[in-house]
């Protein structure tokens, strides 16, 4: 799908702009920590990197019913997807461990610290979930921004637009430093925090210091 079918039409479509690819090494376990504005991120950023990258994709894109569904679930399975069950307790500690497990087979994992989909093009602060993940596997983490992808795929709609995305990529960002600290909640939003800040040096986006499941709550809420 990625180098003979999809991927070469995808790429000659979109025809995205790319800096920084040098950064991302040629082996071992690395973190790829982008923000995220549109539901093709964790198609574009896969396409772009020469490794398999696998992202945590929640759970209800495997669950759907139907022929939509179907395709949604085979879709995500063929791009190296794992589902993972968002709603928190239990659920996030399982997320942690298949994150770890990707890691420490030695391969690149995708992460958005946001959590969710920025509802407005904004930037929104971190979940301290990736800062524990990238503590306890002692890897580096490569910031990574994506640039109008979502004037291509708003959310909400079904079909993307036909325009030029941008995909930025940061230098390695090294934690080493915090090692054996990741039970410290302090330093596991001082590591989320010092990531947000490098995603919006990257990206230009504007950083609000909320969470964007909350704003997208808020929003649901009011439209009631």
Do not use: C
């Not at 904004?122 to 990574?144: D, F, H, Q, S």
């Not at 995909?167 to 410290?184: A, K, M, N, T």
């Amino acid at each position: 799908m990625k180098n003979l079918v999809i991927g070469p039409i995808l790429l000659s479509i979109f025809r995205p702009w790319v800096v920084g690819l040098e950064n991302v090494p040629k082996e071992g376990a690395v973190v790829l920590a982008s923000n995220h504005l549109s539901f093709i991120d964790s198609i574009f950023l896969p396409l772009i990197v020469d490794r398999p990258v696998v992202f945590l994709a929640k759970s209800e894109y495997f669950t759907g019913k139907g022929l939509k569904g179907w395709a949604t679930k085979v879709f995500f399975q063929a791009a190296g997807q794992l589902p993972i069950d968002r709603s928190g307790g239990k659920a996030s500690e399982a997320s942690l461990e298949t994150g770890l497990r990707v890691l420490g087979e030695g391969k690149i994992l995708g992460i958005y610290p946001e959590g969710t989909r920025s509802p407005d093009g904004k930037l929104y602060r971190g979940r301290t979930g990736v800062a524990r993940m990238v503590l306890e596997a002692g890897v580096p983490v490569i910031p990574v921004a994506m640039i109008g992808t979502e004037h291509v795929m708003p959310i909400g709609s079904r079909l993307p637009k036909v325009r030029r995305i941008g995909i930025v990529l940061g230098e390695p960002v090294d934690f080493s430093r915090f090692e054996g600290l990741e039970g410290d909640r302090f330093v596991l939003r001082s590591v989320t925090d010092e990531l947000v800040y490098d995603l919006r040096g990257l990206s230009g986006q504007e950083y609000v210091d909320v969470y964007a499941s909350s704003v997208k709550e808020k929003r649901a809420a009011q439209s009631r």
